[in-house]
């Protein structure tokens, strides 16, 4: 009888050995996957946003004469069909090896005199890439120039179309905020407007804040941007438990307004707080 008791219990003990053994093999399992999920995701998005160097990594290149990312021209892009003005993206490629720096740079590998082809008349008001500069072509008259005069880092050039005007906006990361080795949009993006007419290039940011996305308000040139708030100062805004803040972009004056009245403001957080009813 006792043998019988034994053996019972014995069963009993392996079944819920065996079942914690299980559980603990099943949470193994799902974390392992979660972690594996985590890196493809991670390296996928490496791969499609790689950034550019920070000047602490090109200081060390330049030292040994020797460079790790080319610049690449993307198509042209029409934009003002009647003026014949394109724009062409610079976008950039991280070599596989370094480099020795040319004297002369690329232009030496392709000595080519390409022209525009009369026939290219396509045109989009938004492209999406990996770019580093834009370049303004003016067909009519040849001339060219670059948008900007600093290392920068975006993925999107807007182009808006106005009755006088047309405006090319570009969110754009110009310091490696985050301190992750290249300068890339998960640093703090400022916003860059450009007249076409007026040939002028404007900046919109607050320091130590993120432009989160803007639009423009209705029949007007003036925007309504959001900044996302840096809380925990990590240098980047994470959109899932960090607040965003809401100012006017005057087009004309080129200040940023408030939009919500101060009092509000406070009342709206006070309420949500419960230090008011």
Do not use: H, P
């Given at each position: 009888?006792?043998?019988?008791?034994?053996?019972?219990?014995?069963?009993?003990?392996?079944?819920?050995?065996?079942?914690?053994?299980?559980?603990?093999?099943?949470?193994?399992?799902?974390?392992?996957?979660?972690?594996?999920?985590?890196?493809?995701?991670?390296?996928?998005?490496?791969?499609?946003?790689?950034?550019?160097?920070t000047n602490e990594k090109i200081e060390e290149l330049q030292k040994e004469n020797k460079r790790e990312q080319v610049i690449s021209y993307e198509n042209p892009k029409l934009i003002d069909t009647i003026n014949s003005i394109y724009i062409i993206p610079i976008s950039h490629k991280t070599l596989n090896e370094k480099e020795d720096i040319n004297v002369n740079g690329l232009l030496d590998m392709y000595s080519g005199s390409g022209k525009l082809s009369k026939s290219d008349h396509r045109y989009s008001n938004r492209f999406y890439g990996e770019f580093n500069n834009v370049i303004i072509y003016d067909q009519n008259s040849d001339i060219n120039k670059k948008l900007f005069n600093k290392r920068v880092n975006f993925d999107k050039i807007d182009a808006e179309y106005f009755s006088d005007d047309i405006l090319i906006l570009i969110k754009v990361a110009e310091k490696d905020t985050h301190k992750d080795g290249v300068i890339n949009l998960i640093d703090y993006n400022s916003l860059y407007v450009y007249s076409i007419n007026k040939n002028k290039l404007s900046k919109i940011g607050i320091d130590e804040m993120d432009v989160y996305n803007y639009k423009f308000l209705n029949n007007s040139k003036s925007l309504i941007i959001r900044f996302g708030v840096d809380k925990n100062k990590n240098g980047k805004y994470e959109d899932y438990n960090e607040p965003t803040i809401i100012k006017k972009y005057d087009y004309k004056t080129g200040e940023l307004i408030d939009i919500v009245d101060k009092e509000i403001d406070s009342g709206l957080q006070k309420m949500l707080e419960g230090t008011i009813q």
């Open positions: 009888m006792k043998i019988e008791r034994i053996k019972n219990y014995n069963q009993k003990l392996l079944a819920v050995l065996g079942t914690i053994a299980i559980l603990f093999a099943l949470i193994g399992l799902i974390a392992f996957s979660l972690f594996i999920i985590d890196e493809i995701s991670r390296n996928s998005f490496d791969d499609t946003n790689t950034g550019i160097l």
